[in-house]
């Protein structure tokens, strides 16, 4: 037979299976709940992954163009530097040739100073008659190949007559 005290054993027993129960059902309801945060944090993870996916790709066929450019640059640096040094290269015959021609020019200016006061030193003074008015005016004649800073005009008194 059974008995009072093997009942209470049992019932004891029991009432401790229900409370593990609910407590592994509580435990487990915990996890489905974190299992699905889990599973939303996932796919948002997921989705970032594939938006940084595009972006890195994005920035590949970005680096591609700049490397692109950059060696395309660099090319054209190449042929700048090649046309510089063929430019350096043919220099000293177009010196040779500025050389001449500065030669030439430096012998014309040592020449030019005695040809100009040759013609400064005889201004050819002339007087005209107005109206047979017996009223002159003097002129001067400026030689043809004079420049402009050569032109010596009759001082007045240190003041110019312009009218």
Same mark, same amino acid.
């Given at each position: 037979?059974?008995?009072?005290? !093997?009942?209470?054993?049992?019932?004891?027993?029991?009432?401790?299976?229900?409370?593990?129960?609910?407590?592994?059902?509580?435990?487990?309801?915990?996890?489905?709940? !974190?299992?699905?945060?889990? !599973?939303?944090?996932?796919?948002?993870?997921?989705?970032?992954?594939?938006?940084? &996916?595009?972006?890195?790709?994005?920035?590949?066929?970005?680096?591609? !163009?700049? &490397?692109?450019?950059?060696?395309?640059?660099?090319?054209?640096?190449?042929?700048?530097?090649?046309?510089?040094?063929?430019?350096?290269?043919?220099?000293?015959?177009?010196?040779?040739?500025?050389?001449?021609?500065?030669?030439? %020019?430096?012998?014309?200016?040592?020449?030019?100073?005695?040809?100009?006061?040759?013609?400064?030193?005889?201004?050819?003074?002339?007087?005209?008659?107005?109206?047979?008015?017996? &009223?002159?005016?003097?002129?001067? %004649?400026?030689? &043809?190949?004079?420049?402009?800073?050569?032109?010596?005009?009759?001082?007045?008194?240190?003041?110019?007559?312009?009218?």
């Amino acid at each position: 037979m059974i008995n009072l005290e !093997q009942v209470k054993l049992l019932e004891a027993k029991v009432t401790r299976a229900i409370d593990y129960v609910e407590r592994l059902s509580k435990e487990n309801a915990a996890l489905h709940r !974190q299992e699905a945060d889990m !599973q939303t944090k996932l796919e948002s993870y997921q989705k970032r992954i594939d938006e940084l &996916e595009v972006l890195v790709s994005g920035f590949r066929d970005d680096q591609d !163009q700049i &490397e692109e450019g950059i060696l395309s640059a660099l090319d054209r640096l190449g042929q700048f530097e090649k046309a510089m040094e063929k430019t350096l290269r043919d220099k000293p015959a177009a010196k040779a040739a500025r050389e001449a021609v500065a030669a030439k %020019e430096a012998v014309a200016a040592k020449e030019a100073p005695a040809a100009k006061e040759a013609v400064a030193a005889k201004p050819q003074a002339a007087v005209a008659d107005t109206n047979n008015s017996g &009223e002159g005016q003097t002129c001067f %004649e400026i030689p &043809e190949d004079a420049s402009e800073g050569d032109i010596t005009a009759p001082a007045n008194d240190g003041e110019l007559d312009i009218f």
